[in-house]
C-alpha cells in the first residue's frame, strides 16, 4: 500500500471513527466487563488511537502539498504504531492473551517515530 495523502487521509478517518465508537463502548457498555484498571488501559488505547488517527491525517494534508520522504515514513509510523499498540492492548484486553501486551511497547516506539520524522519533515519544509 502507497503511504499517499488520500491514503493517510482515509485511514486516519476511519480509525479515528473507530476510536470514537471504542470510546463509547468503553464508556457504555463495558463497565461492567473490565475492572476499573483494565477500564483505565482501554481508555488509554481509545486515547492514542483518535490522537493518533489526528496525526495521520494531518500527515496526509502535509503530504498533499510537500511529498516528503519523512512525512511518508511519519505517515507509515503513525499507522503501524496505532496498529500494534491500541490494538495489541484490545486484543489483550478481551483476550486475556499475554504476549500481546509485549507488543505494545513496539507500537509506542512506532508513534515517537512518527512524531519525530513529522518533525524531520516540518524541518525540511520551505520558510516562508
Do not use: D
Not at 519523512?70 to 483476550?95: E, M, Q, T, V
Not at 519525530?116 to 519544509?125: K, N, P
Amino acid at each position: 500500500m502507497n503511504m499517499n495523502p488520500r491514503t493517510c487521509v482515509l485511514s486516519g478517518g476511519i480509525l479515528g471513527a473507530v476510536g470514537v465508537a471504542a470510546g463509547a463502548l468503553g464508556a457504555h457498555a463495558l463497565e461492567v466487563r473490565l475492572s476499573t484498571e483494565q477500564l483505565e488501559t482501554y481508555q488509554v488505547a481509545v486515547r492514542y488511537q483518535v490522537f493518533h488517527a489526528l496525526a495521520l491525517v494531518l500527515t496526509g494534508t502535509l503530504l498533499a502539498q510537500h511529498p516528503l520522504k519523512a512525512g511518508r515514513i511519519a505517515a507509515w509510523a503513525f499507522l503501524i504504531g496505532i496498529l500494534l499498540f491500541s490494538g495489541c492492548l484490545y486484543g489483550w484486553l478481551f483476550s486475556q492473551w499475554r504476549p500481546l501486551v509485549h507488543v505494545v511497547p513496539i507500537g509506542g516506539i512506532a508513534l515517537i517515530v512518527g512524531w519525530i520524522a513529522l518533525a524531520i519533515a516540518g524541518w525540511s519544509l520551505p520558510a516562508r
